[in-house]
């Protein structure tokens, strides 16, 4: 089976969902299956991986089962209107390569940015096989939060086109994958969708991948300049408007009299307005560096005696933040600022893998941490209980199997009703 991907990003650029996109490309081709993928070039790359990707337009890996079509898209997102000029660019591109797809079995569309799937969706009644799509989040539900969309009749605009183009995607897409029961549900209910034509499957970890490093073999302290005695509280991932670091921040400020560290290791859009929060609170506690590279996330993931995931009131309701099953992979306790009432708190409660408390709210975040650093035991205790339910629960094997399960009986029933 050929299975045609149309993505946003991929290796070598780092970006939200790029390990996840590798893993199940590595496992379809280990089932005996092909991956043609339509991506652009690398962006947020140094400019020595720039030009030498410039030379790969049509690349060829793992013994010619991936082939990898880039897409050429010459403009830089710097304001909102290039953004748009540049999703213009990246749509005309792909519809141009998937059209020039030969013979694929399967069509894997995804949720960011909101036109994939309209498009996937286009191509597949083209070549009449069947499409998937993966939503990792709604996005027409987190417009309200965006701040880079500041005027209100342009956030309504905004909104309503990208509500469209989601509910486009998942009602004319065979097969529609959401990373969360919320999600799912709120499809069954908004968009009336057919029960048949939707399952919900957690993105997964590797925990090969990801796991605890202890601190006498973690290079990152010494690379960071880190006292291995003392406590730290973590976060990694991407600085972002729903993440609501300002809250991180304040906690750290309202405990800078304990001896307790809390380090941001991160990028994204907000990454500069944190700096300066940070700044105008003199938490000198707090200490900020860039995401560490995949080969490295056992490291940076194992530093903490907590890690946190963090986000704004009603995050819950747009996006479900998979950096958990990592901390939970490196065998840290879990403290969470998040919706209560959501998957995330349920999972974390249920299987005592840390603490759950409400957003926005850094007394409460602060407590918490302060639970955790005067007894030393939960550590330990939370952090295995968490490696246990993703053990259990979201690995890889099982996780992908199940994607891999789902692509072939499409394709079978495709083949059949074509007879």
């Known amino acids: 089976m050929k299975i045609l991907m149309l993505r946003p990003n991929y290796f ?20 005996g299956h092909q991956v043609e993928m339509i991506t652009p070039f690398p962006v947020k790359v140094d400019e020595k991986v720039k030009r030498e990707y410039k ?9 010619g089962s991936l082939v990898i079509r880039r897409i050429d898209v010459p403009i830089e997102e710097k304001s909102f209107p290039r953004r748009m000029i540049k999703a213009l660019f990246v749509f005309l591109g792909m519809y141009r390569k998937g059209l020039a797809s030969k013979n694929p079995d399967l069509i894997m569309t995804i949720s960011m940015p909101p036109f994939i799937g309209p498009l996937g969706s286009i191509l597949g009644k083209t070549k009449k096989v069947p499409v998937v799509y993966w939503e990792q989040d709604i996005i027409s539900k987190s417009i309200k939060k965006d701040s880079k969309i500041g005027n209100w009749l342009l956030k309504t605009f905004m909104k309503k ?13 065979t097969h529609t994958i959401s990373i969360s029961n919320k999600f799912k549900n709120y499809h069954l209910q908004e968009d ?24 006498e073999n973690n290079e990152l302290f010494q690379e960071l300049g880190l006292d291995k005695d003392k406590f730290y509280v973590t976060y990694c991932g991407n600085i972002g408007y729903p993440h609501n670091l300002e809250t991180f921040i304040e ?12 380090l941001i290791f991160g990028e994204g859009s907000r990454k500069k307005a944190i700096q300066r929060h940070r700044e105008q609170l003199n938490s000198e506690n707090v200490k900020m560096y860039p995401l560490v590279p995949l080969d490295k996330a056992s490291l940076a993931y194992s530093i903490g005696d907590i890690s946190i995931v963090i986000g704004q009131a009603g995050t ?88 891999i399960n789902l692509f072939e009986t499409l394709h079978t029933k495709n083949k059949e009703g074509r007879k």
């Open 161 to 173: 086109v990208i509500k469209t183009f989601e509910t486009f995607s998942v009602k004319t897409s």
């Open 192 to 215: 009336k969708l057919n029960p048949e034509k939707i399952s919900t499957i957690y993105n997964w970890i590797d925990t090969s991948q990801v796991n605890y490093v202890k601190r």
């Open 316 to 403: 819950s309701e747009n996006g479900f933040p998979s950096k958990t099953w990592s901390i939970m992979s490196a065998a840290r306790p879990v403290v969470s600022s998040f919706d209560i009432e959501s998957e995330l708190t349920n999972i974390i409660r249920d299987n005592e893998a840390g603490i759950a408390v409400p957003p926005e709210d850094s007394n409460a975040l602060k407590d918490a941490i302060l639970t955790i650093y005067h007894d030393r035991s939960l550590t330990e205790k939370m952090g295995q209980n968490g490696l246990d339910y993703v053990e259990n629960n979201i690995s890889r094997e099982e996780t992908t199997s199940e994607i």
């Open 251 to 262: 906690a750290a400020k309202k405990l800078e009299n304990y001896d307790i560290g809390f």
């Open 55 to 63: 030379a790969k337009k049509n690349e060829v890996a793992q013994d």
């Open 12 to 31: 070598p650029e780092v970006a939200g969902g790029t390990r996840l996109a590798k893993d199940l490309v590595d496992d379809l081709i280990a089932a």
